[in-house]
């Protein structure tokens, strides 16, 4: 090859690179890329690395508000619902899984930071998952016995608690408790079983007065338990017949109530109510119950 072409071709691959170089820089194609310098390459691809973090970013917080405005929408939703009373009566599940409509209870208690008396009679029970529910009854503030006693709607104070029992009630009514409804228990059962406050025969008055009693009376008085009608006549017949008459007509629920219904501590905080079911009602596993007030707000929910 001469000089003269050796030349030329030279100039012609001078040309070629001035002219490629032009077009790289007014170009913003993508294809200009492949004449970028390194150091313009690596800025490229770091900008866009960092673009794809801040976008990740940015979808992650749209995640984080969009949770939490999904999270306050669900509440106002349950604050809508939910009745004022909700935040100050507690609601219990207890035995709801027995089989027994006997031995099956809920319960719930009136919070003592709640003020005055709440109205129960008339709040629905009801299970989401059966659809299968009921009200909450009437009851004997004070039962007497002998007599009809009549029922009333059930008003719960600060610090009440209510057994809610599937089943019939052993006396035939719901009733609250006092100090004497322990004598209920000697010929009947209850679930749970029923507080023995009765007072003991050895303090009563009489007991203590002096010479009242003799001796052999004070010794039979002496071992009769809490909330128990003797029935042996064998063992009280030979004893002094105040004795006996105040062992007949004071050991026993209708003499309990007469003498102590007016006691500063004579009713109790417990209200045992009976819905009157022949068969279970709630679920053993896989329940909701949920308890509704008179507005039909809801006042507790149960899950297990």
């Given at each position: 090859m ?47 690395s ?9 979808i992650?917080?749209a995640?984080?508000?969009a ?185 026993n ?30 679920k ?21």
């Amino acid at each position: 090859m001469d000089g003269k072409k050796l030349v030329f071709i030279i100039i012609v691959v001078l040309a070629l690179a001035w002219f490629a170089g032009g077009k790289q820089e007014n170009s913003s194609s993508s294809s200009g890329s492949l004449f970028r310098p390194p150091q313009a390459f690596n800025t490229a691809q770091s900008q866009s690395s960092n673009n794809k973090v801040n976008l990740e970013n940015e979808i992650k917080k749209a995640n984080r508000e969009a949770d939490a405005i999904a999270k306050r929408i669900t509440q106002l939703q349950i604050e809508k619902e939910s009745s004022p009373l909700a935040k100050n009566i507690s609601f219990f599940s207890s035995n709801a899984q027995s089989t027994d409509p006997g031995s099956e209870y809920l319960t719930l208690s009136l919070n003592n930071s709640h003020t005055g008396k709440t109205l129960i009679t008339g709040f629905e029970l009801r299970s989401t998952a059966s659809s299968r529910g009921t009200t909450i009854p009437k009851g004997v503030e004070l039962p007497f016995a002998g007599v009809i006693n009549e029922e009333t709607p059930i008003f719960i104070k600060p610090g009440d608690q209510v057994i809610i029992v599937t089943g019939r009630s052993p006396v035939g009514y719901s009733f609250r408790e006092n100090k004497c409804t322990g004598y209920f228990s000697q010929f009947q059962k209850f679930i749970p079983a029923l507080r023995k406050s009765c007072p003991l025969a050895k303090d009563e008055d009489e007991a203590l007065l002096p010479n009242y009693f003799d001796d052999k009376c004070l010794d039979y008085l002496q071992n009769i338990p809490r909330c128990i009608v003797p029935l042996s006549n064998f063992e009280t017949a030979f004893l002094q017949s105040q004795c006996k008459t105040f062992i007949e007509e004071r050991l026993n629920y209708k003499g309990c109530v007469e003498k102590h219904k007016n006691d500063a501590d004579f009713y109790k905080n417990i209200w045992r109510v009976y819905l009157g079911r022949n068969e279970e009602l709630w679920k053993q596993k896989r329940e909701t119950i949920k308890l509704y007030d008179l507005n039909k707000k809801t006042v507790g929910t149960i899950t297990y």
